[in-house]
């Protein structure tokens, strides 16, 4: 089986973990593209960015061409794929809004400003705390969100919310992107906010359980979702992530943020995690 992904092409959905952990010196292809890509020789920086984005979405933040990427990443393993068309600019188009037009953040609205490049610089992941702060997003406010690179997977996540973005490069590693609701509503919590019909409860009425359900769910949101919901978990619940797999990604984080896991995998078609907080 391992020896079949080997073998298969690389492709713009694939997670550039997965791909830096075929051959690491792919670095140097991502490097080539982009210097922004540089940003992978870091260990610490690569913890969070490489699992958490998609071959696709790193094109897109570094604006060059996703085909051309794609070709060069298999190129650079041996497999042969076809040579993309070369486009006009050989580059990705603009940062757009959810709406799909160029965005413009209100200039008069009170502005919540929310800085994780330390967060980026020594591996931690920020996304809780970014949704954290989208949860408690005043109706007409602007979330000024300071990165250390564009953070094009939460785009698709905070859409689906009604936020629209802007983005603008300060430098190299210096990124403002706003984010504001384009139709007013504030988004529910992440727990309330469940992908299923309805909201999560527990099936034995336990009001001490909360279910999060993230099946069908695109990286990285349903690991954005249940990290978010950790946040607010409060002391001596539990938090149930029900998945389609193992939700490895996760797992690591889980220790490192003080919380300990059982992950039952005895049911068809779901994998459970029961999450709380250790006491250790």
Request: with cysteine; proline share 9%; net charge negative.
């Amino acid at each position: 089986m391992s020896g079949a992904r080997e073998s298969a092409p690389v492709t713009a959905t694939d997670r550039v973990s997965d791909v830096l952990a075929r051959d690491e010196s792919l670095i140097d292809v991502f490097v080539r593209h982009a210097p922004h890509f540089a940003k992978l020789r870091n260990r610490a920086m690569r913890r969070v960015m490489a699992r958490l984005v998609t071959v696709e979405q790193a094109a897109r933040t570094a604006r060059v061409s996703t085909d051309q990427l794609v070709h060069d990443l298999n190129d650079a393993l041996g497999i042969e794929t076809p040579v993309p068309a070369v486009s006009q600019s050989g580059h990705e188009p603009p940062a757009r809004s959810a709406a799909g037009a160029t965005a413009r953040h209100p200039t008069t609205a009170r502005i919540v400003e929310l800085d994780v490049r330390d967060d980026l610089r020594s591996g931690r992941e920020p996304f809780s705390r970014i949704m954290a702060a989208v949860a408690e997003l005043p109706a007409h406010a602007v979330l000024q969100l300071r990165t250390l690179f564009e953070p094009v997977p939460l785009y698709a996540v905070l859409g689906k919310r009604g936020l629209a973005h802007e983005a603008c490069a300060d430098g190299a590693d210096d990124w403002r992107v706003w984010f504001w609701r384009a139709d007013g509503p504030a988004p529910e919590s992440p727990v309330a906010d469940s992908p299923r019909p309805g909201r999560p409860t527990a099936p034995d009425g336990d009001p001490s359980t909360q279910w999060l359900d993230v099946r069908g769910l695109t990286p990285p949101e349903p690991l954005v979702r249940t990290l978010a919901a950790l946040e607010l978990l409060p002391d001596g619940h539990t938090l149930v992530h029900v998945n389609d797999r193992v939700p490895q990604f996760l797992l690591p984080l889980l220790a490192e943020r003080g919380f300990a896991y059982q992950t039952d995998e005895s049911r068809d078609g779901a994998v459970h995690v029961r999450i709380w907080r250790s006491e250790s």
